[in-house]
């Protein structure tokens, strides 16, 4: 599955990926600007994962592979679209959460004449964000592994059901064999 999506005002977003699927957003980025990808994985062999992040040019900048969780920087060396792709590799279902950050070539020339106490505060700024992202990464997942503990649950009921039927009707076979056989014969001394 290709999925190709603008992400220009979006920073955060969690989406699903199917087993054995490819997932790719496309990026739209400026030379020289820095941009910063973080991801985390959850759902059942949540590291059988590979994420790939491609320039303009098609050429692979970055890539992982069995990682359920990374936070990757590069600083663009073209305008046009960049693309991010991430592919499940196996048949499992995975819950992919990610976040988008963009710093541009003025923000970097600012940030360098900045005095201390504006470097604390963007700090303090990224440290909250990163908390904020964090709880909802995992917010995502705990929904999501509620939803497979329910699911589970409801199988399990579903096979002690069948297997309590079973097993009543194993005995009631036996009883009416045990029954037929013994019917009609004497236990007692034959005189």
């Not at 991801?39 to 098609?58: A, L």
């Not at 499940?88 to 541009?104: A, C, P, T």
Request: charged share 25%; net charge neutral.
């Amino acid at each position: 599955m290709f999925l190709l999506l603008l992400l220009s005002t979006i920073s955060a977003l969690s989406t699903g990926l199917d087993g054995g699927k490819e997932l790719c957003l496309g990026v739209q980025g400026k030379k020289t600007a820095l941009f910063q990808i973080s991801f985390v994985v959850s759902g059942f062999q949540e590291d059988n994962i590979e994420m790939k992040f491609y320039s303009p040019r098609k050429s692979l900048l970055k890539s992982s592979l069995k990682q359920k969780e990374g936070n990757y920087k590069e600083i663009m060396t073209d305008d046009g679209q960049y693309e991010v792709c991430f592919k499940s590799l196996d048949k499992y279902y995975k819950l992919i959460s990610f976040n988008f950050d963009f710093v541009e070539e003025n923000d970097l020339a600012l940030a360098e004449t900045m005095d201390q106490m504006a470097e604390d505060m963007k700090q303090a700024y990224r440290s909250l964000k990163t908390i904020q992202n964090n709880q909802h990464y995992q917010n995502d997942r705990e929904n999501e592994h509620q939803r497979m503990l329910e699911s589970t649950e409801k199988k399990l009921w579903w096979c002690s059901a069948g297997k309590m039927g079973a097993l009543i009707v194993i005995c009631i076979s036996q009883i009416y064999m045990l029954t037929g056989y013994f019917k009609g014969k004497s236990f007692g001394p034959n005189v």
